[in-house]
């Protein structure tokens, strides 16, 4: 029961923000004269009647809150408009953008968690030692490189030594699983470790702090004392203790994953949905830029969600309420 | 013992030089600290280096005579129109796509950066630290709005608006400022008011309102010193950020835009270059990276310094090590010293 109230709460006010996040990016839009966004479509040289027409065409010409109404009314129905150049669906768009920022985002994640919370726990169970050390300086670097340039460098050097000695099976550009499970594995991987790596030095760091905390508790060493072995007090008792704050910067870190997503399907010109916004946005493509910016925003969403239910999993003390 | 040697004793006593007894204060300890921190003090060094090459950018253009914005369309390409490597034609690091002198757009780089990141990170603070106190301070419905809008901004993905909001006001300098501040200050506010909360029930605070202090007088004069330590510390640790921030929106082309250098859009013109001219990625990344690396070691080392608590973790760890050698005196060694004043 409580679980139900929970969800629909959480759908319920999700759906708030999202509504609110429209109509912010709407307006925001609209703070730029509608005059650019019809010379841009209709070309330098076009005739102040030309530029009109595509005005009324476009429905720019209405008053703001008539679109206001007419954009809503349409997102109700599920349909998030048409391209202002391509006069293609959104909806169409997204679906067939999708493939590659959903591969990114998934593989992205898992190797990123995996290294992040891997190597945290093993430097924290053996703090002080040469692996400890090693770690926390390339935490430092991750830390310290933005994600555009992680990616450059693994192209200047791994993809492209590689492909001049006739190696060819890691690749830029996206290829579907459809391709073959080894292909699309040879297109990703760059990318997958580049989004690992700047992800990941932060929670390297977070679950080291942490669990070198939590192993200092009395409870670690009643656990000892039991006769515990050491794999069970360090899992059982301390990581699973010491994961709880990190689940809860797991909630923030998703909106600077999309981010990150963004720019390495830039580097990488992996055609997913990040780099076809950032083309929209040079081009006012308003329709196009709100459908990204919704689906982003309906992720981040999501996944809060899911973080608080995995919040309330690890830790019995928080209630859903 | 005459009277007249205990007259002169205590000649000898008033003339002596008067040893001054210092106070040692958490800012002289943490700098005393921070001091005997080797990595912190090279971190130091390079980011005083940067900021000296970024200072004097024009100078070293005068000295190599390649002004940053000058193609050289001969010397600084080969014959296929490639950029020419480091050492070729005087060109110390090489040249980029148009054959301009890399090293040189490399310091004029360091200039926007180091700008931007510290200029961000200082009105971040000031918006931080006042919305962190206001809301720590007050509570109630204030504290509700202000802390909801700082979990807003947190979770936004900001990479997303903050591209939206350069290109509706159109890309600038201003507005990459303006943007990445936007974003920056709610992670200090929230830090900023967790402390506030903990620190306004405490006995000094209710002694200063009892003898009539008003809320400003008690926010800004007895709270706000005590959270400068803490302040000043993720202020180090975000200059970073936002360093990275602005190199990632100019290479998106939506940050600085050319011809004035910036190491985000140096890297976003080499992008065609990857095969032919190594030079053109790996200087402006390393000149980033070495910028970003010394920020956040030096903020690392700041924090350590800051906190008694790691100083006395040390403490303990060497009166463990040194357990073996019996009594060897220990009173000479600065860090226990040091460690028990700081209580």
Redesign the interface.
Known sequence: MTFAWFLVRRVLSGIVVLWAVASG?FF??F??PVQTVAHQLAGRTATPEVIQSVINQLGLNQPIMTQYWHFLGRLLHGNLGYSFFTQQSVNTMIGQDLPPTASLVAGGVILWLIAGLGVGILSATRARSLFDRASTVLV??G???????VG??L??AV??PLN?HGFTWIQTQYAGPSQGLGVWTGHMLLPWISLAVVQAAVYTRLMRGQLLTTLGEDYIRTARSKGLSERRVIFRHGVRAALTPVVSQL??DI??L???V??IE??FGLQGLGQV??AA??Q?DLPV?IG??LV??AF?VVA?IIVDLVYTLLDPRVRIT | MSIADLERQAQQAENAPVRAIEGRSQWWLTRQRLRRDKVAMISLAVIIIMVLLAIFAPAFAALVHHPANTAYPIAGENSAGQPVGPGTNGFWLGTDDTGRDLMVRVFYGARISLFVGIVTTALATVAGVAIGLTAGYFGGITDTILARLTDAVLAFPFVVLALALAVVFGPSLTIVIAVISFFAWAGIARIVRGQTLSLKEKEYIEAARSIGAGPFRIMFIDILPNLLAPVLVIATLYIPNAVIFEATLSFLGLGIQPPTASWGNMLSAAQPFYQTAWWFVVFPSLALLITTLAFNLLGDGIRDAMDPTTERLLAARRRKRSRGALFRPRNDDPDLIIAGDAK
């Open positions: 990016t925001l839009f703070a730029r430092l670097i830390l310290s490189m933005p994600v555009f340039v450059e460098l192209i200047v993809f492209v001049q909630g923030i909106g600077q999309l981010g990150g963004v720019v830039v580097v916004a950032v946005i040079y006012d830029i990204f910016v982003a925003a981040v809060n």
